[in-house]
């Protein structure tokens, strides 16, 4: 059973186009992730939800809206694409916020911006 | 500025000798050390975190790491490397400080063994 499970996998898009993530986790964690990846592979933490409650919310684009329609749930919008959105997008969980829970990833989205 | 360092990008070692990958860390507080690793085309997975108590942390497919307060290091240790542990490899730290839910991570380390 697969444990963060993301879709699409792969997104080629426009430049412009409004596009979405969705993630889904089955662990019964409480708390959920996003994270962007560069293409050096650094990882950037975007957006965090605890119990459908946002609670991190970094320094990112308006363009970028999470929802958490529910624990199980986080998806990610992302308006008027540009170039630079291009990247490896990773949801992850966690059982909740303790400073000593590991995150569960998934298996990212590799969006293109042409 | 609480920070982690990876200061190799590439570990280069032969199938069957013992690797090393190193990570130092500056934070306020004590902190909470983690390393996961990513395969190619793959999400991270766990390998390992300190907590507290005992230095030696023992982790996932053999992996070990050792937390040293006085030298603010949690180097990824494995007595004997295998090809199949090619992959990239990043520390994360998330400070033991109020408010702070997020990981701090290192840029990483790709670790490449060779038969």
């Known amino acids: 059973d697969t444990a963060v499970s993301q879709t699409p996998k792969y997104l080629v898009t426009q430049m412009g186009n409004d596009k979405s993530i969705k993630c889904e986790q089955n662990?019964?964690?409480?708390?959920m992730y996003w994270y962007k990846q560069d293409s050096k592979k650094f990882l950037k933490i975007m957006f965090s939800y605890n119990n459908k409650e946002l609670i991190i919310n970094e320094t990112v684009p308006n363009r970028f809206s999470p929802k958490s329609p529910d624990k199980a749930h986080l998806n990610l919008h992302i308006n008027s694409l540009e170039l630079g959105d291009s990247a490896v997008y990773f949801c992850?969980?966690?059982?909740?916020?303790?400073?000593?829970?590991?995150?569960?990833f998934g298996p990212g989205t590799r969006l293109t911006v042409t | 500025a609480q920070s982690v360092a990876q200061p190799e990008d590439q570990v280069n070692v032969a199938e069957g000798n013992p690797l090393t990958v190193k990570c130092t860390y500056s934070v306020s507080g004590n902190p909470y050390l983690f390393w996961y690793v990513q395969y190619p085309n793959r999400g991270l997975q766990f390998l390992l975190k300190?907590?507290?108590?005992?230095?030696l942390v023992k982790g996932s497919y053999g992996f070990e790491a050792e937390f040293n307060k006085s030298q603010t290091s949690f180097h990824l240790k494995k007595p004997s490397a295998l090809v199949s542990d090619s992959a990239l490899y990043f520390c994360a730290v998330r400070p033991w400080t109020s408010g702070t839910y997020k990981y701090i991570f290192g840029t990483g380390t790709r670790l490449k063994v060779l038969a």
């Open positions: 662990l019964g964690h409480d708390t």
């Open positions: 992850a969980s966690s059982q909740g916020t303790s400073l000593t829970y590991e995150q569960y």
């Open positions: 300190y907590i507290t108590g005992d230095n």
